[in-house]
């Protein structure tokens, strides 16, 4: 497969691609707390992220292979409607087992990372597995980059785990730095900032 630089389209509109964003979230996260709160909860979530953040995603024949989503001001995410639809989410799936255990984790990770100020966040981003390891994350993270730049942002933050996710391998690679480490309850999570110049 030749990867086309021109493939990547930001997205606008709510419905068109939305539930192949859920798919690929839930096929790269279903082990931490957003993939375990349901798909009511990620199709609010990304209706969200493409209202007050932004949404890239690498298309091919209709396809979407991957995608990059990301915030300038994480403030304008995280409100009251954020956390009633979380709050929703958990109550509606807390039959998964692994529910309160994600739940407890990310707890923990909001009070370790009470300190951080860095507001602009690279929120999520997944290649779908038949297609891995062919610049398809370099050339969403380098759409996200010229993005970020033209928003006058120079440094923003990206979460990943070193249990579930092989994002830091993607980071590592493209100069990312490593920022902080946190173990949560047996999971160790990785902050990583990219310094744009």
């Excluded at 979230?25 to 493409?50: D, E, P, V, W």
């Excluded at 639809?85 to 009470?114: V, W």
Aim: charged share 25%; with cysteine; net charge positive.
């Amino acid at each position: 497969m030749k990867i086309n630089e021109n493939s990547n389209i930001r997205l606008i509109n709510n419905d068109t691609y939305i539930n192949r964003l859920v798919e690929l979230h839930l096929s790269a996260f279903s082990n931490l707390l957003s993939g375990t709160i349901g798909k009511r909860f990620l199709r609010f979530y990304y209706k969200r992220i493409i209202k007050d953040g932004f949404i890239f995603a690498y298309i091919e024949d209709n396809s979407m292979l991957g995608f990059v989503s990301g915030i300038i001001n994480e403030k304008l995410l995280y409100n009251i409607r954020f956390y009633f639809n979380a709050i929703l989410g958990i109550i509606t799936h807390i039959y998964n087992p692994n529910m309160i255990l994600c739940f407890i984790r990310h707890i923990f990770r909001i009070i370790k990372l009470k300190g951080v100020e860095i507001n602009s966040e690279l929120l999520s981003i997944v290649v779908d597995e038949h297609y891995r390891g062919k610049g398809i994350g370099k050339i969403l993270v380098e759409t996200l980059n010229d993005f970020m730049m033209k928003n006058g942002v120079i440094k923003y933050k990206v979460f990943t785990d070193m249990k579930y996710s092989t994002g830091h391998l993607l980071y590592d690679k493209l100069g990312f730095i490593l920022e902080k480490e946190l173990c949560l309850i047996g999971l160790i999570l990785r902050m990583y900032v990219k310094e744009l110049k």
